[in-house]
């Protein structure tokens, strides 16, 4: 699955199957982290670093659907990070703007820590769970 202004939501709600027994795992990114910690529990083992605070929109679904692809992040893990790739311009109009046209940079974690906050002061614990879950994917990758 590719993730761009023409994503199909049809199998949004799949998870990749875990190894882990039924009812041990909240979410695939939990099951990933206690599979690859090291000895000491204190990070992922062969996990390739990159620059999630400094990346472009493009850059950012590039490495999202990197991640789906490898099986890393399940579609529903990924969905925050969909959602923070798009920009669409108040005026509406045409709709999203181009991601690969577009060659600002961003803080991805920063965009993140600013949703959990704006959730927490809505009394969203859904967005906030789910938004805490994708800090915690990016934790594990940022270089």
Do not use: C
């Not at 083992?45 to 659907?65: C, F, L, P």
């Amino acid at each position: 699955m590719k993730i761009d202004a023409g994503t199909s939501y049809l199998h949004a709600s799949q998870r990749a199957q875990s190894p882990a027994a039924p009812g041990n795992a909240t979410s695939f990114a939990d099951v990933l982290a206690t599979a690859t910690a090291g000895p000491s529990g204190s990070g992922a083992a062969g996990v390739k670093q990159v620059d999630i605070s400094n990346m472009t929109r493009q850059e950012m679904r590039d490495w999202s659907n990197d991640q789906i692809r490898s099986g890393k992040m399940s579609l529903d893990d990924s969905r925050p990070f969909m959602a923070m790739t798009m920009k669409i311009p108040v005026s509406g109009g045409t709709g999203e703007l181009p991601a690969a046209n577009d060659g600002e940079r961003l803080d991805f974690t920063q965009k993140v820590r600013a949703g959990i906050e704006g959730a927490v002061s809505r009394n969203d614990e859904v967005t906030r769970q789910m938004l805490q879950s994708a800090m915690a994917i990016m934790q594990r990758y940022q270089g």
